[in-house]
């Protein structure tokens, strides 16, 4: 998982389809960040991220 940015992102949370708390990372300093899913079961995650503009939600269907 890896995309791009162009603001300032406070945090990254990824969840599963059950609410559970996978990873989190806060304070990114990068533009790009990247998330290794190589260990993660198959399934829907969610990735919250949070920025000084306000916070958006981005689905991710894992399929192996």
Do not use: W
């Amino acid at each position: 998982f890896k995309f791009a940015m162009n603001i300032k992102v406070n945090s990254i949370v990824i969840q599963n389809v059950l609410g559970e708390e996978i990873v989190r990372t806060e304070d990114i300093q990068n533009d790009i960040f990247s998330l290794d899913f190589s260990s993660f079961p198959t399934g829907i995650y969610f990735a919250i991220i949070d920025t000084d503009k306000g916070r958006s939600t981005k689905k991710i269907l894992l399929s192996k």
